[in-house]
């Protein structure tokens, strides 16, 4: 008995204009609770979530978003917690972490320890962390977080970190939600960076060279040489930032205001040039794209057998038996027959 | 009366059985006709195109397909005029050439001098060269290429070069339809390469400097080593290919061979382990995706008011007062009642 009591205290749910409030306030209980709504994929929850979306798009927007990513061995945790602790006690910045997580739709659940990691960083009042975004249904992880930073910006976060745990398409995801896109490097030659994907490099506003500490200060101050080499073979971005490198230590929190300063400079120039607005509108409309896409293709695939369908179209087009199109227009009548 | 008896003659249609006899025949007439056909968006054309590609596929995929980008001013003309007589006068081959602009899709037609820039090659009996793809309405000028393509390897053709104009989105289209994805380069470092767009450099599996000539034989030297010393930084590709920098002359058809050699290696490797096939397969998947896609979006946006409240929905998500689900959610119904 006393178990369902305090399972039902516990579970205790609150009406969208509670969380609205709460969230407006900067309480990060109802901030948590209204992430879980964007996050589900019951139609209820979809409808209470899209109504406290709507009340925080006002609010939302004046953030700093920052992409983060890297190899696993990288240091991603420490480095988010040196910096996250850098810039609430030396720039008096709220902030919020989110995690993106793709392989997190499979097995719905959180990377262990995710809040742990950050151990600090968790501790701080101006801080907020949440665990690594499952899918739901609706389009995915870059859904839910495209949500999870609208919901944050309301609740007075000022710089969102998004990481990117660097697997599947998680980068490409994360590149269209952030205004400035870090990646974070170890020293030393090609062999060390085989984790990185292909292209990756290319999407960076600034790489920043981890664990510049101990024995390894002096291999750092090369690979940023040959870093910055590197990027000068690169065409130039549309926005006229040229990418930059630095390197840190995330441990012993050395250079963390360097690399605010990278960040600061990249916004300051495009304000200054317009593009700062024009990447987000033009997130805003690739967004839109996508939910539309994914909706229709929920809509289409939410019957099971279309499902089937699909894949027997398909293996017809891998097996060189139909073209694509063709096969296309003979399955669509019966995928539309479900709608 | 004779201009329009004249006329007659030069528009005489063929029934898709005699298109497909010719084309298997190797008659550049008859595959000329057919890919007209599938760049066309008539109902009636799509149709008949549809019975010829059926007919073809069984006879297509053993070419190698060749994708060839660079910045105007490379020299991909004259590179595609050297290589393309290197393949037919030193390796017997048959070279089709394929031109991917998405930028006439608006003007619908072909960049004025297409077969004239290529002289010589234009010339040969065992060249064929396609002048630039239009769109027509089916997905696109990658779609119609992809159906190109297929066609030409059906009529005997088994080197397929595909020349972007290094435009929009060209680049990754060409990319998911060709087996070798070439970069051609001009020697100097930073500057010159300015046109490239950012990660082009990476979807590359060579990079061939031009213009190793004259006064430039030193640079492009240089040029080699920078790139290679870039390419090392990048990490490896899955297939397990290292990509590879040449030099070339194609005003003085130099080196053409090693240009030839690195493709042949790369074949060679994707072929032992397996991932040639896997390749192939993964773009016959997405090719279907997208032929669906494109063609859901063509039905949804053939009722020209759809696209006016996709505008005005999407103008809602921009200016901040809907999120991209809600506002996807509100114009879905809309869309559908003209399905």
């Known amino acids: 008995m006393q178990n369902k009591k305090f399972q039902k205290k516990k579970s205790k749910t609150s009406s969208p204009e509670e969380l609205i409030e709460g969230i407006l306030k900067g309480d990060k209980i109802a901030l948590s609770k209204a992430i879980t709504l964007c996050e589900s994929s019951r139609n209820q929850d979809r409808a209470q979530a899209n109504q406290i979306l709507k009340a925080c798009l006002p609010h939302s927007g004046k953030a700093i978003r920052i992409g983060i990513s890297g190899v696993p061995g990288v240091g991603k945790s420490t480095f988010i917690e040196s910096f996250g602790r850098y810039l609430i006690d030396k720039q008096q910045k709220k902030v919020a972490v989110l995690a993106v997580d793709p392989s997190s739709e499979k097995s719905k659940g959180s990377i262990l320890g995710d809040k ?6 968790s501790r701080a009042e101006k801080a907020y962390i949440r665990p690594t975004a499952t899918g739901g249904a609706l389009g995915g992880v870059a859904h839910s977080s495209r949500e999870s930073i609208i919901l944050c910006e309301a ?11 660097g697997v599947g398409q998680s980068e490409t995801e994360v590149r269209q939600m952030c205004d400035f896109f870090l990646l974070l490097m170890l020293a030393g030659a090609g062999d060390e960076l085989q984790g990185i994907k292909r292209g990756i490099m290319e999407m960076a ?3 920043v060279i981890n664990k510049a500490d101990g024995d390894n200060v002096d291999a750092a101050k090369r ?3 040959s870093y910055q080499n590197a990027l000068h073979l690169f065409p130039p971005n549309a926005n006229q930032w040229s990418p930059q490198v630095e390197s840190c230590s995330a441990l012993e929190h050395k250079n963390m205001d360097g690399i605010w300063t ?4 990249h916004q300051k120039l495009l304000e200054e040039n317009g593009y700062w ?3 987000r509108k033009d997130q805003d409309r690739k967004w839109f794209a996508r939910s539309l896409r994914s909706l229709i293709e929920m809509r289409l695939f939410a019957d ?13 087009v891998v ?8 096969a296309a227009e003979k399955l669509l009548p019966s995928l539309l027959k479900s709608l």
Chains 1, 2 share one sequence.
């Open 319 to 326: 097996s060189g038996k139909l073209a694509a199109f063709e």
């Open 304 to 316: 099971k057998s279309n499902e089937k369908l699909y894949k027997e179209m398909e293996a017809e």
């Open 223 to 225: 690979a940023k040489r």
């Open 205 to 207: 506003d600034g790489l």
């Open 277 to 279: 607005q024009e990447q």
């Open 155 to 165: 609740a007075g976060f000022d710089v969102i970190l998004i990481e990117t745990v």
């Open 262 to 265: 990278m960040i600061s400079d």
């Open 116 to 121: 742990t990691r950050m151990e600090q960083l």
